[in-house]
Nanobody, 120 residues
């Protein structure tokens, strides 16, 4: 079975840093695309960062230069390093793994979500 377990959320003051972790079991990040999403109160879920199996990264404009997505294949985990946090970064953050099988079917797996709250 596939499971993604997130950790690292919490309360931090503006300008501070947090590192979110997402540990996978039953599937490998190394051969799949990983992403971090967030959902703020009253807003739609937003793709924050993506990391392909080939190592390409993309970020939403609002976090460029502040957030970094990375992968540790030995630990089968992905991370989101968040620096210079702003109150508008406050949201529930979700780890995502996007898997495509040889048959062409796609499956997405989600972490349970972790709350990030940035105080002003």
């Amino acid at each position: 079975q596939v499971q993604l377990v997130e950790s690292g959320g919490g309360l931090v003051q503006a300008g501070g840093s947090l590192r979110l972790s997402c540990a996978a079991s039953g599937i490998s990040f190394s051969i799949n695309t990983a992403g971090w999403y967030r959902q703020a109160p009253g807003k739609q879920r937003e793709l924050v960062a993506v990391l392909t199996s080939g190592g390409s990264t993309n970020y939403v404009d609002s976090v460029k230069g502040r957030f970094t997505i990375s992968r540790d294949n030995a630990k089968n985990a992905v991370y989101l390093q968040m620096n210079s946090l702003k109150p508008e970064d406050t949201a529930v953050y979700y780890c995502n793994l996007d898997h495509r099988s040889w048959t062409g079917s796609r499956s997405q797996y989600w972490g349970q979500g972790t709350q990030v709250t940035v105080s002003s």
